[in-house]
């Protein structure tokens, strides 16, 4: 079945580092792929996402490509700030046999602490 | 509505009772999606809905869970005799296409005591 394999955390990084969190997935077609994003006390919303290979999402700075022939899709950031903080959740989604049916998948999450 | 609503935002139940848990998705989104989250843990998925079917219900944890939707619309996970390790903050979500963004509700936090 379909899985989403991310780094595991927590990762704690100072103000302005350079961010990246792994994720590699495992799912047969072409799937779209996704990054969440949940801020202390709130609900998940997403980051960015990319729907074929070699696309580029990006939003807020943070930025990650679809790489099909890693089954890869890292989240990057170029300068991190205190307000990074979160639990960031790698996603795929596809559709199945048939082409009806689809099911969102998630990877476990990684906690981002980011001290000033 | 403008988001996803699910209702209630907190629930406290003795061990053995049956809860309900609803969900009010954004109107016009095909796929309904049900999670559960431990604290401090990541997405567990329990089961999705297209339209009003459930082409996966692998993630059920046991026959204690069901789920149902009705109109396309509103769904209801209901846990029956419920356990302490039922603990957890449940999310829906959904979305209107397999590649677009799901939206994703505040959640219901369920604590079993």
């Known amino acids: 079945g379909d899985s989403v394999t991310q780094m595991e955390g927590p990762v704690t990084l100072s103000e302005e580092a350079f961010l990246t969190i792994n994720c590699t997935y495992t799912a047969t077609g072409y799937p779209s792929l996704f990054w969440y994003v949940q801020y202390p006390g709130e609900g998940l919303q997403l980051l960015l996402k990319?729907?074929?290979?070699?696309d580029k999402g990006s939003n807020k700075g943070f930025e990650a490509t679809y790489r099909k022939e890693t089954t890869s899709f890292h989240l990057e950031k170029g300068s991190v700030q205190v307000s990074d903080s979160a639990v960031y959740f790698c996603a795929l989604n596809r559709v199945e046999s048939g082409g009806s049916n689809y099911k969102l998948t998630f990877g476990k999450g990684t906690l981002l602490t980011v001290n000033p | 509505g403008a988001g996803v609503s699910q209702s209630p935002s907190n629930k406290v139940t003795e061990k053995g009772k049956d809860v309900e848990l609803r969900c009010d998705p954004i109107?016009?989104?095909?796929?309904l999606y049900w999670y559960r989250q431990r604290l401090g843990q990541g997405l567990e998925f329990l089961i999705y809905?297209?339209?009003?079917?459930?082409?996966?219900k692998s993630g059920l944890p046991s026959d204690r869970f069901s789920a149902e939707r009705t109109g396309e619309s509103v769904s209801t996970l209901t846990i029956q005799r419920t356990q302490q390790e039922d603990s957890a903050v449940y999310l829906c979500?959904?979305?209107?296409?397999?590649?677009?963004?799901?939206?994703f509700g505040q959640g219901t936090r369920l604590t079993v005591v």
């Open positions: 809905f297209q339209g009003n079917s459930a082409p996966d």
């Open positions: 109107s016009g989104h095909t796929a």
């Open positions: 990319a729907t074929k290979a070699d």
């Open positions: 979500a959904s979305s209107r296409f397999w590649n677009t963004e799901a939206f």
